[in-house]
């Protein structure tokens, strides 16, 4: 019987051998790309139909690999370059993944590194209010955003912009304020000082918009979106946001502190993107009321999640929205089946992101969706 292997680092890794960009065919990956983005752009402007993705997350990329940019490339272009060896409608694109902190450095704080783990930071503050009269300054202006933004200059120069890449991982402003604020705390605040919360909500939120604009700016044609865990494509909008602690609010809170804040990020990149590990069949009301919602994700294999969601409460909640739903299942071809047709509908709008370990199991479950899909 499937179950989630404990042993495993990434569930959703698989192993990439690094290359050097002067070793990886970046004419071919860019046709490969073109190919591919007219079902895309097809798909974006429907209200139903179904598209297969099979992510190859590079490990290390999302631990320590991560403090040298150089050595983040030569793997993601691994990742790139056996991607290509899987049937799939949506390539798969770079990622200048620095860890998740960015918006305490706009505080001050700084990256604590401990062997083979990503980075993290040290919550600083112990109210809303204190975060309120703190010093701030641009997250581009720091170390930690310095560092992104010459990440995607050296993968933008080095790929000689033919690559698509998304923004940075983008972090839901309860989720980056859990990273300001010691998370019991943080929920002690909703309460104790809600007003204060929705401001640090609406602060973080202009932060970030204002980086990840420079991001936008930068990255130019390449940007593909929604990015991080997201199927993600030049052909899609939208931003992205991990919001995993929505999960630990009741929803009436969630609405009134925060809710406006995401929903602000989303308008400025066209789209609200939601995603949550774990269960959030019980946030789906609150998360279909989201303005401009573009795409939600959720994890609905044993493989992918040890509390996965329910596919039959999600293809009901979500069929005839023209909502997005990106749903991740690790595990062998009939499982990622049986986990997707019954999450399919005639009227959803579907990506499968499959992580079959090998290719001619792809294919036989690329050919299956579709044939249910048709």
Request: charged share 25%; glycine share 6%; hydrophobic share 40%.
């Amino acid at each position: 019987m499937a179950k989630f292997d404990t042993n495993v680092r990434d569930s959703q890794g698989t192993h990439v051998e690094p290359i050097d960009v002067k070793d990886f065919d970046l004419d071919a990956y860019a046709d490969y790309e073109s190919q591919l983005l007219e079902s895309n752009k097809a798909f974006a402007s429907q209200d139903h139909g179904l598209l297969v993705y099979r992510r190859v997350r590079a490990d290390g990329v999302f631990y320590d690999k991560c403090k040298d940019y150089r050595e983040s490339l030569r793997l993601q272009l691994g990742a790139l370059k056996l991607s290509m060896q899987y049937k799939a409608d949506i390539a798969n694109f770079l990622e200048p993944w620095y860890g998740i902190g960015y918006i305490a450095a706009a505080f001050g704080a700084d990256y604590h590194w401990q062997e083979g783990q990503a980075p993290s930071v040290e919550p600083k503050f112990s109210c809303a209010e204190d975060i309120l009269n703190a010093d701030v300054k641009p997250i581009a202006d720091t170390d930690i955003g310095k560092h992104i933004l010459e990440m995607e200059e050296y993968f933008l120069e080095q790929t000689k912009g033919k690559i698509p890449m998304s923004f940075c991982d983008i972090q839901a402003p309860l989720n980056m304020m859990s990273y300001l604020l010691p998370i019991t705390d943080l929920f002690m605040e909703v309460y104790d000082d809600p007003d204060s919360v929705a401001q640090v909500a609406n602060l973080t939120a202009d932060l970030l918009i204002e980086f990840l604009k420079k991001q936008q700016a930068l990255i130019g044609d390449c940007l593909a979106s929604p990015g991080h865990g997201f199927a993600s494509s030049r052909a899609f909008t939208g931003a992205g946001m991990s919001d995993d602690n929505s999960i630990m609010l009741n929803p009436e809170d969630y609405a009134e502190l925060f809710q406006p804040s995401d929903e602000k990020i989303g308008a400025a990149f066209g789209g609200t993107v939601y995603h949550s590990c774990g269960t959030w069949e019980n946030k789906i009301d609150l998360v279909k009321g989201f303005a401009h919602l573009k795409t939600v994700d959720g994890a609905f294999s044993i493989e992918t999640d040890p509390s996965p969601n329910n596919p039959e409460v999600f293809a009901e909640a979500f069929a005839g929205t023209g909502v997005v739903v990106n749903a991740r299942a690790v595990g062998s071809a009939n499982d990622a089946f049986d986990a997707f047709s019954r999450l399919w509908t005639p009227n959803q709008k579907l990506i499968a992101v499959t992580y079959c370990k090998d290719p001619a199991e792809q294919e036989k479950l690329y050919r299956r969706l579709h044939e249910m899909a048709k």
